[in-house]
């Protein structure tokens, strides 16, 4: 009777000790990962682990049978303090997400979208394409025009044209209703090893874009093509002005 006691009571411990480092473990990944929130719970369950960690191994000599009623009521303390934590953190990263993506169909709803249509090279034009691309092996400019295609108003357009020389040149707003901007000259910039058409706009939520086309250029025929439109979500910083 008294060896099956002091098996129980051995396992007890073992258990106790698992489950505190278990629950030590667990906070400390929210603690790392979660929010405020969820890490001020987090740091209480890490305390009292490792409170009941010290407990054990500084009274595991003079534990009896008696204590076992404490030990059990201790692990499913600890059992139930890990099972609050994570509902607590699943909750919290299911509204988390929720509030992402209720986010994304709010900017969805108005996100607007600058096409680049440029100009498509005439036999006139191959003529002159073609001296550009042998003296510097690149386009300096295109005609082009700026179109709205998305659901919502592009604010505070901007891009580069090269006349009187080149500088940043500013089309204020294009909305969703209107075909297409006046035509103008788009400077063809350099970014890495392409050469591409790019324009900066705006929406209504102050969110910042980038719409590029890539340019390919054959200069043994001394012909160009225009590439498909790349969208980009970009910082406040990169914005020209």
């Known amino acids: 009777m008294i060896i099956a006691l002091t098996w129980i009571l051995s396992i007890s411990i073992v258990i106790a000790i698992s489950c505190a480092i278990t629950l030590c473990v667990l906070a400390i990944r929210m603690i790392r990962k979660d929010g405020s929130t969820n890490k001020s719970t987090?740091?209480?369950?890490?305390?009292?682990?490792?409170?009941?960690?010290?407990?054990?191994?500084?009274?595991?000599?003079?534990?009896?049978?008696?204590?076992?009623?404490?030990?059990?009521?201790?692990?499913g303390l600890v059992a139930v303090t890990v099972i609050f934590?994570?509902?607590?953190?699943?909750?919290s990263r299911a509204s988390i997400?929720?509030?992402?993506?209720?986010?994304?169909?709010?900017?969805?709803?108005?996100?607007?979208?600058?096409?680049?249509i440029a100009n498509k090279p005439t036999a006139g034009q191959r003529l002159v394409k073609q001296e550009i691309a042998i003296q510097s092996g690149q386009l300096q400019y295109l005609g082009c025009a700026l179109q709205?295609?998305?659901?919502?108003?592009?604010?505070?357009?901007?891009?580069?044209?090269?006349?009187?020389?080149?500088?940043?040149?500013?089309?204020?707003t294009l909305t969703n209703k209107e075909n297409n901007s006046y035509p103008i000259k788009l400077c063809v910039e350099q970014m890495e090893d392409k050469s591409v058409l790019l324009?900066?706009?705006?929406?209504?939520?102050?969110?910042?874009?980038?719409?590029?086309?890539?340019?390919?250029?054959?200069?043994k025929e001394a012909y160009y093509s225009v590439g498909n439109l790349d969208i980009n979500l970009i910082e406040d910083e990169e914005f020209p002005v």
């Open 42 to 75: 987090a740091f209480l369950a890490l305390g009292m682990g490792a409170l009941f960690i010290v407990y054990l191994g500084y009274y595991s000599s003079t534990i009896g049978p008696a204590d076992q009623a404490q030990i059990i009521l201790m692990i």
């Open 85 to 91: 934590a994570t509902v607590a953190t699943r909750q």
């Open 97 to 116: 997400t929720m509030a992402k993506e209720m986010n994304e169909q709010r900017y969805d709803s108005a996100r607007p979208i600058i096409d680049i």
């Open 148 to 172: 709205n295609i998305g659901a919502g108003p592009a604010l505070d357009i901007y891009s580069y044209i090269p006349e009187p020389q080149r500088r940043l040149f500013s089309f204020g």
């Open 199 to 219: 324009a900066y706009y705006r929406d209504i939520y102050g969110r910042c874009f980038k719409s590029t086309r890539t340019i390919h250029i054959n200069e």
